[in-house]
């Protein structure tokens, strides 16, 4: 079928740690993937986006890469800070030209000072 | 732009009530979607139009839930009658599809607390 998963949560990390979020996805084709970040009482806001395979999308320290081999998009920060501490959602869209996204769950991350 | 405006931002019902929540999607965006977020559940995608057409309702709970789109600007997600297990937070989102990768812009929901 068509999903994204993505690793359970939460994220407890100390401020200037490396992060690493993994997302996997299945798909018939090659879609456009996504990481969306939600900021506690807001919401769900565009992170980075790829979409091709070996495209990275970055952002804010962010970076990901489209990996059509592992089918992965895994979210990595070299120096993670406490404002980055939020849910973030790993997503790709439809298998025809909906528009829709398919997220995957969601992965909490707090970082400590 | 002011970006994709919900309202309420939080509502509390009773049980048995309805529930109406609005949206306005950014102006020039052609596709809406309406969303639902729960703890068990996650992101739930409920029911999303093109040019105010309804194309894939399958994600609505049952036939308590309807959505409108009377017109680009406006649509409407109504809960009648209201249960408990409704107690989510509804986003609703944008884009214009047929633009690249399609890039949704959420709102900030809608909590509704059903008692």
């Known amino acids: 079928g068509n999903s994204v998963t993505q690793m359970e949560g939460p994220v407890t990390l100390s401020e200037e740690a490396f992060l690493t979020i993994n997302c996997t996805y299945t798909a018939t084709g090659y879609p456009s993937l996504f990481w969306y970040v939600q900021y506690p009482g807001e919401g769900l806001q565009l992170l980075l986006k790829a979409t091709k395979a070996d495209d990275k999308g970055s952002n804010k320290g962010f970076e990901a890469t489209y990996r059509k081999e592992t089918t992965s998009f895994h979210l990595e920060k070299g120096s993670v800070q406490v404002s980055d501490s939020a849910v973030y959602f790993c997503?790709?869209?439809?298998?025809?030209?909906?528009?829709?996204?398919?997220f995957g769950q969601g992965t909490t991350l707090q970082v400590k000072p | 732009d002011a970006g994709v405006i919900q309202s309420p931002r939080h509502e509390v019902t009773e049980m048995g009530q309805e529930v109406t929540l609005r949206c306005k999607p950014i102006?020039?965006?052609?596709?809406l979607f309406w969303y639902r977020q729960t703890m068990m559940r996650g992101l739930e995608l409920l029911i999303y139009f093109n040019n105010n057409v309804p194309i894939d309702d399958s994600g609505m709970p049952e036939d308590r839930f309807s959505a409108k789109m009377p017109n680009a600007s406006f649509s409407t997600l109504k809960i009648q009658p209201s249960e408990p297990r409704d107690s989510a937070v509804y986003f609703c989102?944008?884009?214009?599809?047929?633009?690249?990768?399609?890039?949704?812009?959420f709102g900030a929901g809608s909590r509704l607390t059903v008692l």
């Open positions: 989102a944008s884009s214009l599809m047929g633009s690249g990768a399609n890039v949704l812009t």
């Open positions: 997503a790709r869209d439809g298998s025809s030209n909906t528009g829709k996204l398919i």
């Open positions: 102006s020039g965006h052609n596709s």
